[in-house]
């Protein structure tokens, strides 16, 4: 069984500074592209960056300069530094990542998700 397990978010303020961090654990063979998503309530749930198993990455326009995701296949965990945050970010941030299990079967996991509030 394989899940994804999200820590790091919390309360910040307006410009301040947090750290996502998800790690893949279970009866894993190959953890392939990972991302982050956040979704409001009522809203549908946003990609904001992904990354390929080879550190390839892409970001949505409201984040591009301000957040940073990052990888470590070693440990089968994906980050997401977030800086200059806006009253904006405030969401539930979720993980997700497409994984091989040890039997070569594939798909797409997803974890519970981390709340993010920025104060103005």
């Known amino acids: 069984q394989v899940q994804l397990v999200e820590s790091g978010g919390g309360l910040v303020q307006a410009g301040g500074s947090l750290r996502l961090s998800c790690a893949a654990s279970g009866s894993i063979f190959r953890v392939n592209a990972m991302g982050w998503y956040r979704q409001a309530p009522g809203n549908q749930r946003e990609l904001v960056a992904p990354i390929t198993r080879g550190g390839s990455t892409n970001y949505a326009d409201s984040v591009k300069g301000r957040f940073t995701i990052s990888r470590d296949n070693a440990k089968n965990t994906v980050y997401l530094q977030m800086n200059s945050l806006k009253p904006e970010d405030t969401d539930v941030y979720y993980c997700?990542?497409?994984?091989?299990?040890?039997?070569?079967?594939?798909?797409?996991?997803w974890g519970k998700g981390t709340l993010v509030t920025v104060s103005s």
């Open positions: 997700n990542a497409n994984i091989l299990d040890r039997y070569y079967y594939g798909m797409d996991y």
